[in-house]
């Protein structure tokens, strides 16, 4: 049997609304064909070949980048994993759930993701 590894569309477009149809990490309007001109990347890895976890597709685990994971912003965080931890776009598999660390978002400031698509500037409890 094969795992769903992606998120559902609406999960999509409500990333897509809370960001601004624009990339979090520079602001740059998101245009043109998703995996190559923009990205919705997971913070906590999916892993080869999936993952279990529930929350791995939820919109607090997703952010909008533009690029893809080599180009534009998704591949500058790929390449520069410890700025990536750092500001947030990057969360460990190992450690707190992604709706407990908080991002740096070029719209919000520094924020917390929710699982329904919104922003807090305190965690999720």
């Not at 245009?31 to 997971?42: F, K, N």
């Not at 660390?101 to 329904?116: A, I, T």
Request: with cysteine; glycine share 14%.
């Amino acid at each position: 049997m094969s795992r769903v590894t992606a998120p559902s569309q609406s999960t999509v477009e409500n990333v897509l609304s809370r960001d601004g149809q624009a990339c979090a990490r520079c602001g740059k309007t998101l245009v043109g064909q998703r995996g190559l001109d923009w990205s919705i990347h997971h913070r906590v890895p999916r892993g080869m070949g999936g993952t279990k976890r529930k929350d791995v597709n939820s919109a607090a685990n997703l952010i909008a980048l533009c690029g893809s994971g080599v180009t534009g912003c998704h591949g500058w965080v790929e390449q520069n994993r410890a700025e990536g931890i750092k500001t947030g776009f990057l969360v460990s598999k190992f450690g707190p759930v992604a709706a407990k660390v908080p991002v740096w978002h070029h719209r919000y400031g520094q924020v917390f993701l929710l699982p329904d698509g919104g922003v807090s500037s305190d965690p999720v409890a």
